[in-house]
C-alpha cells in the first residue's frame, strides 16, 4: 500500500498512550485482538473506553486467546464482556482433552478502529507490558500504529479469525472502509507499507520467509531484537551466511529471561552464531519482548513473531513490513538506543557457562520444535 502514514512506538507505555486517544476517536466500530489479557491498569483502563463506546452506539469485537483461562481470566469471560455491549471470542479455550490444535495459539496484537487505523507489535493487555508491574527488570517491547489504506489487510486478519466461530459470518466489505482521515486521503506515501498474517494451517511460513528475505537481500547490516531464539538450520545457516557476508548482524536478546528453559536453549546457539561473525548482546536492564528485523536503513519488520517455533510454524501470528519510508529510520534508532543498554556476549563467556545449565540447554535443544 502507498497510501498511508506509519508511526513506530519504542515502549510499550507510549503505544498505550497512543491506543487510548486513538480509541476515543472510533465512531463506527474497534476491533481488538490479543493473546494475552489480565485485569490491572491496562486492561482496565482500556476496557472501560470499550463499555462506553459500546453505550454510544459503536460495534465492539474483542478476542483472545483461551490460554487466558488457564490463569488469567474466568473462563466464561466473554459472557462478562457481552452483558457490557461487548461482542467477545476466545479463541481455542483450553480443555481437558488432548488435542494437536491446541497448540496452534492466537498470538496475535491487532487494533482495528474504523477500518482506518491499525496497531500491531509486541505488546499485550497486561500491566508488565507498560511497566507498571515489574517482573523481570525493566520490560522492553514496540508497536507500530498504521493509518490509512494498509489498514485493509488488519481488518480482513480479525474477520477471518472471528469468522471461525460464527454461524452466520460477517460481512467483509461491510468494514472495508474507504473512509480515510483527511490528513492522509489523496497522499502518495513515502515507500510501501505491508501488514501481513500467518496461520499455521496453510502450510505457508510467511513469518519466517519475511524474516529469511530480510537477512538474505541485506547488503550493510540486519538488526533483531527477539525474546526467543530457538532456530531450525535454514534459519541458522541465513544468519550465519549473512554474517559471513560481511553484513553486520546483531541480535538483542533478554537479560532477565521470563521462561529459564527457553534462556538455556536460546544460549546453545550462541557460540555458532558468534563463530561465525553474528554478534550477540543481552539487554541487561531486563526483558525485551520486541520483536524486529531492520536492514540498510530501507526495510523492517514489526510484529508479533518471535524467532521459535512455535511463532514460525504452530501459532497464528501478525505483522508489519516497512519499506523505504522513514519509519525503518525510526527502528534503526530504538535499536542503536537499545544496544547501548545491552551487554556483548563473547565466545569466552559461552565457555564460562553454568556446566548444569549448558547441558540442561542441549537436551532441550533436542525437543526444540515442541518449545
Known amino acids: 500500500y502507498e497510501n498511508y502514514t506509519a508511526e513506530y512506538f519504542p515502549s510499550g507505555e507510549q503505544k498505550f498512550e497512543r491506543l487510548k486517544e486513538e480509541l476515543e476517536k472510533a465512531r463506527k466500530f474497534i476491533f481488538m485482538e490479543y493473546f494475552i489479557v489480565e485485569h ?25 486467546d483461551g490460554m487466558c483461562s488457564i490463569a488469567l481470566l474466568p473462563y466464561h469471560y466473554p459472557k462478562i464482556l457481552e452483558a457490557k455491549g461487548i461482542h467477545c471470542h476466545a479463541f481455542a479455550p483450553i480443555k481437558p482433552a488432548l488435542s494437536t490444535y491446541q497448540n496452534n495459539r492466537d498470538h496475535r496484537k491487532i487494533v482495528v478502529i474504523d477500518g482506518h487505523t491499525a496497531f500491531t507489535g509486541g505488546v499485550n493487555l497486561a500491566d508488565e507490558y507498560i511497566n507498571v508491574k515489574e517482573r523481570f527488570g525493566y520490560w522492553k517491547d514496540v ?11 488488519f481488518t480482513i486478519m480479525f474477520l477471518q479469525m472471528w469468522n471461525i466461530w460464527e454461524k452466520t459470518p460477517l460481512d467483509y466489505e461491510k468494514y472495508l472502509s474507504h473512509d480515510l482521515p483527511q490528513q492522509i486521503e489523496g497522499r502518495r506515501s513515502e515507500g510501501f507499507v505491508l501488514p501481513y498474517g500467518d496461520s499455521p494451517l496453510d502450510h505457508e511460513p510467511v513469518g519466517k520467509m519475511v524474516y529469511l528475505d530480510i ?39 533478554p537479560d532477565i529471561p521470563d521462561k529459564k528453559y527457553a534462556y538455556l536453549l536460546a544460549r546453545t546457539y550462541y557460540p555458532e552464531l558468534i563463530a561465525s561473525g553474528v554478534k550477540i548482546y543481552e539487554y541487561e536492564p531486563g526483558f525485551t519482548h520486541a520483536k524486529i528485523f531492520v536492514s540498510d536503513d530501507e526495510k523492517a519488520a514489526v510484529g508479533s513473531i518471535n524467532l521459535d517455533f512455535r511463532s514460525l510454524y504452530l501459532h ?51 525437543i526444540a520444535p515442541l518449545m
Open 40 to 64: 490491572g491498569v491496562m486492561w482496565d483502563t482500556i476496557l472501560e473506553i470499550l463499555e462506553r463506546k459500546a453505550k454510544e452506539g459503536v460495534e465492539v469485537r474483542f478476542m483472545y
Open 143 to 153: 508497536a507500530v500504529m498504521i493509518k490509512g489504506e494498509a489498514v485493509k489487510n
Open 215 to 253: 537477512l538474505n537481500t541485506a547488503k550493510k547490516y540486519v538488526h533483531i531484537m527477539t525474546p526467543y531464539l530457538i532456530l531450525d538450520d535454514e534459519t541458522i545457516n541465513a544468519l550465519r551466511y549473512a554474517a559471513k557476508r560481511g553484513v553486520d548482524v546483531k541480535i538483542i536478546m
Open 316 to 366: 497464528f501470528e501478525c505483522g508489519t513490513y516497512l519499506y523505504r519510508n522513514s519509519t525503518v529510520a525510526d527502528v534503526e534508532k530504538d535499536f542503536e538506543n537499545t544496544l547501548e543498554k545491552c551487554i556483548p556476549v563473547t565466545l569466552k563467556d559461552c565457555a564460562q557457562y553454568n556446566w548444569f545449565g549448558t547441558k540442561a540447554g542441549r537436551f532441550l535443544r533436542l
